[in-house]
Nanobody, 118 residues
Framework: QVQLVESGGGLVQPGGSLRLSCAAS????????MGWYRQAPGKQRELVAT???????NYADSVKGRFTISRDYAKKMVYLQMNSLNAEDTAVYYC????????????WGQGTQVTVSS
């Protein structure tokens, strides 16, 4: 089992920045990628960014050039640096881990709210 705990959400003005953190624990050897997803009110959960164990990254088109995903293996942490935030980025952000055996994002955190508003 893998446990994930997000932090760092909050209220930010348009154009501002936030850094989300995800603390992982448990059987991390069974995970080969980490990701950030988000869900806005009335919308489906969507991919924001992913990073593999090899360091390859992938981003949703809507956040490319503004968001950066990174990880610290030693600390078992994953980060999402979000810059130039706008109202469309308002959502609950979830950290997720992809299982080696299933190739699916089987493990999820509880989410952290990000609100972009003036």
């Amino acid at each position: 089992q893998v446990q994930l705990v997000e932090s760092g959400g909050g209220l930010v003005q348009p154009g501002g920045s936030l850094r989300l953190s995800c603390a992982a624990s448990g059987s991390m050897f069974s995970v080969n990628a980490m990701g950030w997803y988000r869900q806005a009110p009335g919308k489906q959960r969507e991919l924001v960014a992913t990073i593999t164990s090899g360091g390859s990254t992938n981003y949703a088109d809507s956040v490319k050039g503004r968001f950066t995903i990174s990880r610290d293996y030693a600390k078992k942490m994953v980060y999402l640096q979000m810059n130039s935030l706008n109202a469309e980025d308002t959502a609950v952000y979830y950290c997720a881990a992809r299982g080696v055996r299933t190739a699916r994002y089987d493990y999820w955190g509880q989410g952290t709210q990000v609100t972009v508003s003036s």
